[in-house]
């Protein structure tokens, strides 16, 4: 059986993580499809979801718009697996901290745009990411900082870059502020799909104000 990976592809780079995902379901001895989602209706039908980076205010635009927001709530209160990455982050956030940014609330952070200061606007590093033996080449565009995270003790870090939280977990959603998806290690998108993640209260989530 193979898994229906869908990649919403507004922006970013969905050629890139629909390659990624299918190298880690193969490292994981299983397979996986990657499909490119840019309107309503494909969501239900996906077992794993990922986010990429671009533009958090365009991106969230369109997913309201088109009716795309509600099915990747609907996915993630089934506790069904997500990666948001780099702006995909900033959409996935509670708090945003910019008015243009209606985010979808599907991990527990408060997220700064852009915070990583203009002369390091781009930079790799490598991370020690939780659940990772060896560190993680991470690449950092524009990237997003992680400002706080829920008190209500659903949000595991997996990595800290420059004393903030770069890499997190919350149930089935994975945020990272890096793309993953740039150096050909499918590592992160292992962790995020084909590894166990902790059980998570459907409850308090559904009941959680955006
Ligand atoms: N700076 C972008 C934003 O705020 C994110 C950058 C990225 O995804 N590489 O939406």
Do not use: W, Y
């Not at 790799?124 to 997003?144: H, K, Q, S, T, Y």
Request: net charge negative.
């Amino acid at each position: 059986m193979s898994l229906t990976a869908g990649v919403i592809a507004v922006q970013g780079d969905a050629t890139e993580h629909a390659a990624a995902i299918e190298r880690a379901a193969r490292a994981h001895g299983e397979r996986a499809e990657g499909v490119e989602i840019r309107r309503a209706g494909r969501v239900p039908d996906c077992d794993v979801l990922l986010l990429p980076g671009g533009e958090s205010t365009a991106i969230t635009r369109h997913l309201h718009r088109e009716g795309i927001a509600d099915e990747i709530e609907a996915h993630v209160a089934r506790g069904k697996p997500v990666l948001a990455t780099c702006a995909g982050l900033i959409v996935a956030s509670r708090d945003a901290g910019d008015a243009r940014v209606e985010t979808l609330g599907l991990l527990d952070v408060t997220v700064e745009r852009n915070a990583f200061g203009r002369q390091r606007d781009s930079f790799e590093a490598r991370l020690n990411v939780d659940g990772l033996d060896e560190p993680f080449p991470a690449v950092f565009i524009r990237a997003p900082r992680i400002s706080a995270v829920g008190d209500d003790g659903t949000v595991e870090v997996l990595a800290e870059h420059g004393g903030s939280p770069v890499a997190v977990r919350d149930g089935p959603v994975v945020g990272t502020a890096f793309h993953p998806e740039l150096t050909g290690d499918p590592r992160v998108h292992g962790l995020a799909f084909f590894e166990s993640m902790p059980a998570r209260d459907a409850t308090r989530r559904s009941n959680r104000p955006n």
